[in-house]
């Protein structure tokens, strides 16, 4: 079958800015399930025709013919099946297929700064750990804006081909280091996402490329930051149902699925403190019944990446022979490797001194141009790093408030009938809480605080009456790095949770401003075997999580 390619005028090189610029699109996106490559040609559908043509591809296996779409002034009722009951949207579903793709398992994403967490729900660990970096050939970019306005097949061709041609994760870096025609582009930046168009062609990688799946026969829960703005989640929720039309969305908020992990240890406790140590930002956020408590949340300008580029620094300074394309990675690897937290600072400088043979390391690496191996010492970065949560003034003038500190004042700030709940269930998340006895430091020095703060208020009571203990204690699990995945893969193996999502039939009636809001469990009180103390907030039942999911586990 011959496809019919589109007038200029319908052809956008990035489809997030075409979307913006008019109400409706004038190209969609049709991604071909097939995991080829990562600059495998997408397929496009123009609002005039009903054919579909290969991009970049010749060869005549890779033309598919598309349903036909309804033209506009056409009544929906005279629409054939499959055709759309708006212009420019897919036709939603049969009710069939939505009861199918809630039998099958979700798929949970889990989008950091610094890496991307994703899998199937019903996993213990995550399928795939990848840096959240996308690579874009900028020599087609250039020559795009070199060439004039009047060829504009000459612009299409090489707008297009920057589309294509990009690559994430672990290739998007070794492209960057080998090539310089490859720019690096971050889509998020401290936990917000700052570009889109770099963001949606991340996750049409992680669907197809690495888990391997049809978009359209999963729901899929996706994370957020606990501070996102609602228009993201409209822009979230309009690429997941446009782009690549799946049939049921949930976002969940990061600290919730973080207390959810502590399932396969403890008894259901929805009230707690999350302390969340990214690689691009750290939250502490209190969570009551399942409901997080936003005016009591605090972040610190001190993440993982901040504890990479100090021992960067330290190394730089110490004058080891790193090369420079390659320091910053060095001390990735140094801090996964060597790097623990001390109990006190000054202590563990004199160990060092005094037997520096025992407490050196050595690193060995390869440079990436010449391949020629080198070594460098590892010392007094392996208790430096970790020590900026504590001591911040050491790495950054401007902030002086250690993370012990932050936590005692989210609690405070919280109401007054929550606080003993919040201290005695403080839970961590992310890999920079992986340090050795991180939180055993963490715990001891909130307690001083805490202790220190009640003599002084026993002092001024005048009476017999004192105030009773506040016991404190910091949670350390097996799933502690991966706990935000993890716990969204416990919930969305629940029946509860495709009640929670918001459907494609939902998106069509209301629009985007939908996905501004997070649900709660529908009717989940109405659930027998619900454990009542547990039920605000959209809880699911321990009851059923244990014996359905985490027996499983």
């Not at 079958?1 to 489809?15: D, E």
């Not at 069509?508 to 103390?533: H, M, W």
């Amino acid at each position: 079958m011959t496809s019919k390619l589109p007038p200029p005028t319908a052809v956008r090189s990035t489809q997030r800015e075409d979307r913006n610029a008019s109400g409706r699109r004038h190209l969609r996106p049709i991604y071909s399930a097939s995991p080829s490559r990562a600059r495998s040609p997408a397929r496009y559908v123009s609002e005039e025709g009903d054919g579909g043509f290969a991009l970049s591809r010749s060869d005549p296996r890779h033309r598919f013919p598309l349903p036909p779409r309804s033209r506009p002034g056409i009544p929906d009722s005279a629409a054939p099946d499959g055709a759309s009951t708006m212009s420019g949207c897919p036709r939603l579903p049969p009710r069939s297929i939505q009861m199918d793709a809630a039998s099958r398992p979700a798929v949970v994403i889990d989008n950091g700064s610094g890496y991307t967490k994703m899998g199937f729900a019903g996993n213990v660990e995550p399928s795939f750990i990848i840096p959240t970096v996308v690579a874009i050939n900028e020599s087609f970019s250039n020559q795009s804006k070199s060439i004039s306005k009047g060829n504009w097949l000459a612009q299409h061709s090489a707008s297009v081909m920057a589309d294509l041609d990009f690559s994430i994760g672990e290739e998007a870096l070794m492209y960057s280091r080998s090539s310089t025609t490859y720019g690096l582009s971050y889509p998020i930046h401290h936990g917000q996402v700052e570009n889109w168009d770099a963001m949606e062609r991340f996750w049409q990688q992680c669907i197809f490329n690495f888990l391997r799946c049809d978009p359209e026969d999963h729901y899929f829960l996706l994370t957020e930051s606990p501070l996102t703005a609602p228009e993201s989640r409209e822009y979230t929720g309009e690429i997941m149902f446009e782009t690549f039309n799946i049939p049921g969305l949930y976002i969940a908020v990061q600290p919730v699925l973080a207390l959810a992990a502590g399932y396969t240890t403890s008894k259901c406790q929805m009230t707690g403190v999350v302390v969340d140590v990214g690689d691009g930002a750290t939250h502490v956020v209190p969570v009551a019944d399942g409901y997080v408590i936003g005016s009591s949340i605090r972040s610190i300008p001190i993440a993982g990446k901040d504890v990479t580029q100090f021992i960067q620094q330290l190394m730089k300074e110490r004058g080891e022979h790193i090369p420079p394309e390659d320091s910053f990675e060095v001390a990735r690897k140094v801090k996964e490797t060597y790097c623990y937290t001390c109990s006190d600072i000054v202590k563990e400088f004199n160990k060092h001194d005094k037997e520096p043979s025992k407490y050196t390391k050595q690193w060995i690496g390869t440079k990436p141009k010449t391949r020629a191996r080198y070594s460098c010492d590892v010392g007094y970065e392996r208790f430096l790093g970790p020590e900026i949560f504590f001591h911040p003034e050491i790495y950054n003038d401007n902030f002086t408030s250690p993370l012990p500190v932050t936590v005692d004042k989210c609690i405070q700030l919280s109401p007054i009938d929550t606080r003993r709940a919040l201290y005695k269930n403080i839970v961590l998340s992310g890999g920079s809480t992986m340090f050795k006895d991180f939180h055993r430091r963490l715990q001891r020095d909130l307690k001083r605080i805490v202790d220190a703060r009640m003599v002084t208020s026993n002092a001024q009571l005048i009476d017999d009456v004192k105030s009773q203990p506040i016991e404190v204690n910091v949670v350390s699990h097996p799933f502690q790095r991966y706990a935000v995945w993890f716990g969204g893969s416990v919930l969305a193996s629940t029946p509860e949770f495709y009640e929670a999502c918001h459907t494609k039939a939902e998106y069509e009636e209301y629009g985007a401003s939908i996905c501004r809001t997070n649900p709660v469990f529908k009717d989940l009180a109405k659930n027998q075997g619900l454990d009542q103390n547990c039920s605000v907030g959209g809880c699911p039942s321990p009851k059923s999580l244990t014996r359905e999911v985490l027996d499983a586990f």
